[in-house]
T-cell receptor
Framework: EPEVTQTPSHQVTQMGQEVILRCVPI?????FYWYRQILGQKVEFLVS????????KSEIFDDQFSVERPDGSNFTLKIRSTKLEDSAMYFC???????????FGPGTRLTVL | AQSVTQLDSHVSVSEGTPVLLRCNYS??????LFWYVQHPNKGLQLLLK??????LVKGINGFEAEFKKSETSFHLTKPSAHMSDAAEYFC??????????????FGKGTKLSVKP
């Protein structure tokens, strides 16, 4: 069964460093999403991406964040200069029209020290 | 604006007894509603979904949920809890029904504990 994959599973970084979180969506999906879950809090929408551009973003997704689909398979989330409060679990999801389910990856736990 | 409210942050049941996890939604139009489960240190797994077809929705692992428009509720139930059901459960509503984006709005989650 096809699935969304994410790498790495855990990333530790120093405050101010750049991180790139990687996702491989399901191959015939065209809509991609990033969500995050700060420890003990609910899952929050960050950004959606379609046709090589951002289609919607939340207020969390400020100028420190960017997304990219550098090739036909990967979908990345970059945090330019990490802050302590960026520590969270980041989930990638993908979706295609005609299917009402977003498929989630296992998540990347980001720890900013 | 759409939102979901999970009425209990923590529910504890004994193995073999029924499970009820409560969720109320707010939506200006007919919503798409979901329940996701997250086991410790795992990702999010879809349990079931409601998309304006049958109001009683059956999901995986014996879970089901009933969409009640008059009560704006979408409670999750299971007749008999199993130890492996211990996890966090999220009630979710999808935005832009019928649109191409379908961003998900999550409730705060209900942690289900199952006692032997």
């Amino acid at each position: 069964e096809p699935e969304v994959t994410q790498t790495p599973s855990h990333q530790v970084t120093q405050m101010g460093q750049e991180v790139i979180l990687r996702c491989v969506p399901i191959s015939n999906h065209l809509y991609f999403y990033w969500y995050r879950q700060i420890l003990g809090q609910k899952v929050e929408f960050l950004v959606s991406f379609y046709n090589n551009e951002i289609s919607e973003k939340s207020e969390i997704f400020d100028d420190q964040f960017s997304v990219e689909r550098p090739d036909g398979s990967n979908f990345t989330l970059k945090i330019r200069s990490t802050k302590l409060e960026d520590s969270a679990m980041y989930f990638c999801a993908s979706w295609r029209e005609g299917n009402n389910e977003q498929f989630f990856g296992p998540g990347t736990r980001l720890t900013v020290l | 604006a759409q939102s979901v409210t999970q009425l209990d942050s923590h529910v504890s049941v004994s193995e073999g007894t029924p499970v009820l996890l409560r969720c109320n939604y707010s939506s200006s139009y007919s919503p798409s509603l979901f329940w996701y489960v997250q086991h410790p240190n795992k990702g999010l797994q879809l349990l079931l979904k409601y998309t304006s077809a049958a109001t009683l929705v059956k999901g995986i692992n014996g879970f089901e949920a009933e969409f009640k428009k008059s009560e704006t509720s979408f409670h999750l139930t299971k007749p008999s809890a199993h130890m492996s059901d211990a996890a966090e459960y999220f009630c979710v509503v999808r935005t832009n029904y019928g649109g191409s984006q379908g961003n998900l709005i999550f409730g705060k989650g209900t942690k289900l504990s199952v006692k032997p």
